[in-house]
C-alpha cells in the first residue's frame, strides 16, 4: 500500500528530537504527527481518547487499512496523576478538564491528556514533579508520517559510553597506532596536497553521541565521518554545527533580537563575548537571595535569583532582579521552572565563575 512504500522509500536521517527513545521501542517505526489537535484512539475507529500536538512524535506499530498503532511516551505533572486499580495501568490524569503531556520535563508538547486518562509508568528518570508515562492506542495514517532513524540516542549512550571517552581519532581496543602523517585524528583532511586542516572543520571519528549541553542527556547520535563545524570549546567538550535539512513546518522564528542556545558553557569559555547580548534561557529556580561582598559583580545588596541552568546544565546562574519586577519572585516556588529573558552582565562571576544576567522578563513554565 502507498503508505509502508512511502516509509520504505525514506532516507537515512539522523533523529534528534528532545528527549531519547528508550530502547524497548528502538526497533519500532517512528512517526510524527502532522495534524494539530490529531486524536488518538482507544482502538482502531473505537474511542476518542486524546488530542495530540503537532510535529509530536510516536513510535509505531501494526497497521490495520487507514490506522495505525503507536505508543505515546512522555512526562507529565506528578501532582496531576494517581494511583488506579484498573488492570494493565499504574496511573490515571486527576486534572481537570486535562493535562498536557511533553516530550521531556518541561519539553516540548505531545498531547493533551483529560481528565480519567489512564497511563502506565516507565521506570526511570522520575523527579520530584514529573512522571515519566506511557500510553498504547491508535491513530489514522492520515495524521502522521514516517521519520526514519538510524539509532535511539539512548541505545547509542549505552553502547558507546566507553568509545565516547577515547582519544579521538581512536578506535575501541586500539593501543597505539598511528595516524596519517600530517593529519590530525578527528580533523576534516580536505585538501591533502600539504596545506594545514582547517581546525573549524572536522567530522566524527565514531559513532559519537550528541548532548545538548556537556553532561547533559544525550539528544542524538552522529555517523561515523559526519561533517561538523566548531562553533567553541570548553575543556573537555567541543560545540558543532550539523549540516543538514528539516521541515520547514517545523521550525519558528527566535524572537528579534534575542539569542537561543546559547550555553552557559560557551559564556564561561568566552566571557567577553557575550557580554551585553540578549539571551533566552530555561532555568530552574532555587532561591531569591541578597548579593554580598562575596559577589562583586553584582551591586552589594542587590536582589538576584539564584537558578540552575539553562537546563538541562545543572552549574549556577545569578540573574539580577530590577525593583519594578520583583513582585514577581512572590510567585516562585524552589524548583520551578522558569524561562527568563535577559542580558548578559558578566559571562563568568569573579570568584565563582557562574554567569551572571539582567532580568528583562520572567515566565513560569509548567
Request: aromatic share 6%; net charge positive.
Amino acid at each position: 500500500m502507498q503508505f509502508s512504500r512511502a516509509l520504505r522509500a525514506l532516507p537515512v536521517v539522523f533523529w534528534l528530537g528532545p528527549s531519547a527513545p528508550d530502547a524497548s521501542l528502538a526497533a519500532q517505526a517512528r512517526y510524527r504527527i502532522t495534524t494539530d489537535g490529531a486524536w488518538f484512539f482507544q482502538e482502531a475507529g473505537g474511542k476518542r481518547l486524546a488530542r495530540l500536538a503537532r510535529g509530536a512524535q510516536v513510535a509505531g506499530g501494526d497497521a490495520r487499512g487507514d490506522w495505525l498503532a503507536v505508543t505515546l511516551k512522555g512526562w507529565i505533572f506528578a501532582t496531576s496523576v494517581a494511583p488506579t486499580p484498573r488492570a494493565g495501568f499504574d496511573l490515571a490524569v486527576t486534572r481537570t478538564p486535562e493535562e498536557n503531556l511533553r516530550s521531556a520535563p518541561a519539553g516540548a508538547l505531545v498531547g493533551k491528556l483529560p481528565q480519567g486518562f489512564l497511563l502506565a509508568k516507565v521506570n526511570d528518570g522520575d523527579t520530584d514533579r514529573w512522571v515519566h508515562v506511557t500510553r498504547t492506542g491508535w491513530v489514522q495514517t492520515g495524521d502522521v508520517e514516517p521519520v526514519a532513524t538510524v539509532v535511539s540516542s539512548r541505545t547509542a549512550a549505552d553502547s558507546d559510553t566507553a568509545a565516547a571517552r577515547q582519544p579521538p581519532g581512536r578506535s575501541p581496543g586500539d593501543e597505539g597506532g598511528s595516524a596519517t602523517p600530517g593529519h590530525r585524528p578527528g580533523v576534516s583532511r580536505g585538501d591533502t596536497s600539504g596545506g594545514a586542516p582547517d581546525p573549524t572543520r572536522v567530522e566524527s571519528a565514531r559513532r559519537t553521541v550528541l548532548y545538548r549541553a556537556p553532561e547533559g542527556a544525550p539528544t542524538g547520535t552522529l555517523a561515523p565521518a559526519a561533517p561538523l563545524r566548531v562553533l567553541s570549546r570548553s575543556g573537555d567538550w567541543t560545540r558543532v554545527e550539523i549540516d543538514g535539512w528539516v521541515r520547514s513546518g517545523d521550525l519558528q522564528a527566535a524572537p528579534a533580537g534575542v539569542l537561543v542556545g546559547v550555553s552557559a558553557a560557551e559564556l564561561r569559555a568566552e566571557p567577553q563575548r557575550y557580554v551585553g547580548q540578549v539571551l533566552r534561557w530555561t532555568l530552574q529556580f532555587i532561591a531569591v537571595q541578597k548579593a554580598d561582598e562575596l559577589r562583586p559583580d553584582i551591586p552589594n545588596g542587590g536582589t538576584y535569583l539564584l537558578a540552575r541552568g539553562p537546563l538541562p546544565e545543572r552549574g549556577f546562574v545569578y540573574v539580577v532582579v530590577p525593583d519594578a519586577k520583583r513582585a514577581q519572585l512572590d510567585a516562585l516556588t524552589p524548583l520551578a521552572t522558569v524561562q527568563v529573558t535577559a542580558r548578559v552582565r558578566a559571562g563568568r562571576t569573579r570568584f565563582l565563575g557562574n554567569p551572571v544576567l539582567d532580568l528583562m522578563s520572567l515566565e513560569t513554565l509548567p
